[in-house]
């Protein structure tokens, strides 16, 4: 199994530009995760999706940010535009079952995002 | 204030130890996930709590739901145990997940 997979691993971008992270989850779970990782605020979820539908998305920080989930093999997080604020890590993860609370998480390796 | 709170921050130790990561959190929670990030980056889910006790290996986690903590234990440690530990701990009121900050455990061969 090829575990979650994200990309690009590494983005480095200019404040104000457009960027878009993928992620790609286990085949056959079901939730969907998106995270973010500074060393100011620690982990922190962004938002949730079950079966496609995003269930909580009240971490996503501001209007600046969106995320979809076209299919049940696919996930985008979008920041349009970017600050330097957003440099971080942004971690996707996949569990199989609906619960977001009960169900293992597998987390991909991450995308790491420099706005300068 | 931090709704979860890890102890001890940072961690050093010697190969063979006895180790304990404490997670205190104030919030009403359905549940408390532990997770290991590696030095690369990489994060694995550990355990997922809800009452007592689990055990993986020479990984041991504790809850006791009425003090509101947990503990990670691991036994007869290996310097591939070197990593950050971060608790999660699931609110039953906010239905939203409290980090804590991560100990960084570091074992010496």
């Known amino acids: 199994d090829a575990g979650v997979i994200q990309s690009p691993r590494h983005e480095v971008t200019e404040m104000g530009q457009e960027v878009t992270l993928r992620c790609k989850p286990i085949s056959g779970h079901n939730s969907l995760f998106w995270y973010r990782q500074t060393m100011m605020r620690g982990l922190e979820l962004l938002i949730y999706?079950?079966?496609?539908?995003?269930?909580?998305d009240s971490g996503m920080p501001e209007d600046r940010f969106s995320a979809k989930m076209p299919n049940a093999s696919f996930s985008t997080l979008k920041i349009q535009p970017s600050e330097p604020r957003d440099s971080a890590v942004y971690f996707c993860?996949?569990?199989?079952?609906?619960?977001?609370?009960?169900?293992?998480?597998?987390f991909g390796p991450g995308t790491r995002l420099t706005v300068l | 204030k931090n709704e979860v709170e890890q102890s001890p921050q940072n961690l050093t130790a010697q190969e063979g130890e006895f180790i304990t990561i404490n997670c205190s959190y104030s919030v009403g929670i359905s549940a408390l996930h532990w997770l290991q990030q590696h030095p690369g980056g990489g994060i694995v889910s550990l355990f997922m709590?809800?009452?007592g006790k689990k055990k993986h290996g020479r990984l041991i986690a504790t809850i006791n739901i009425q003090e509101k903590h947990s503990s990670l234990h691991i036994t007869a440690s290996h310097p591939r145990d070197s990593a950050v530990y971060i608790c999660?701990?699931?609110?039953?009121?906010?239905?939203?997940?409290?980090f804590g900050t991560g100990t960084s455990l570091t074992v010496i061969p």
């Open positions: 999706f079950n079966n496609n539908v995003p269930i909580d």
């Open positions: 999660a701990a699931y609110s039953n009121t906010g239905n939203q997940f409290y």
């Open positions: 993860a996949s569990s199989l079952g609906p619960s977001r609370v009960y169900n293992e998480q597998f």
């Open positions: 709590l809800s009452s």
